[in-house]
């Protein structure tokens, strides 16, 4: 943005720490209570993305190195030959699948989690203090009846049913309980 699109001068932007959305913020996101954190939420996903993206490369690098190791032979200890091969192997569908579920499975936990506490403060009628204690669903349902005109009722449940189905089975299987 330029100086004259934010009507912020250089003296101003340094007085004030920022020309950008945050200095301003007061003018877009405010419900009919308080204020709306759309920021927070947008610096949450993104810090997600950003984990998971870290949580994925990582382990692919730690992969390529134990295959590096097959293919050189370097994990293997002489006499120990089958159980090294069988250690190496252990180690590799771990990486490849706990490991990466479970980063999936804490990344869609913790955007459910951002989710909800977005929800919460479009939540901003007196009454609905009762549901900031609520789950994800009944919060979507509030949120929803009072978007009918604006959202496709059936596409938002459609959202929110595959948010917690997924949330809640990898709950499940972080308990070994695959039902």
């Known amino acids: 943005m330029t100086d004259a699109e934010t009507g912020c001068n250089d003296v101003e932007r ?3 720490g ?5 200095a301003y913020a007061e003018d877009y996101f405010w ?12 610096q949450r996903i993104a810090s997600l993305a950003w984990l998971h993206n870290k949580i ?3 382990v692919d690098t730690e ?3 134990l295959q590096e190791m097959r293919r050189t032979g370097a994990h293997r200890v002489p006499g120990w030959e089958p159980d090294s091969d069988h250690a190496l192997r ?18 869609l936990s913790a955007a459910v989690a951002a989710l909800e506490s977005l929800m919460n403060q479009m939540l901003d009628q007196p009454a609905d203090y009762r549901l900031h ?18 959202i496709d009722r059936a596409e938002f449940d459609e ?14 299987r972080l308990i070994d309980d695959e039902s």
């Open 18 to 22: 920022s020309w950008y959305l945050p």
């Open 159 to 172: 959202h929110i049913t595959w948010l917690r189905t997924r949330r809640n089975s990898f709950a499940h």
């Open 90 to 107: 252990e180690s590799e569908l771990v990486l490849d699948t706990d490991v990466r579920r479970i980063g999936s499975g804490v990344i």
């Open 133 to 150: 204690k609520a789950g994800l669903t009944l919060k979507a349902r509030e949120l929803a009846s009072r978007w009918h005109a604006s």
């Open 56 to 58: 994925t490369s990582g």
């Open 31 to 42: 419900a009919q209570h308080h204020r709306i954190e759309y920021v927070v939420f947008e």
């Open 14 to 16: 340094s007085a004030n």
């Open 63 to 65: 992969l390529a190195e």
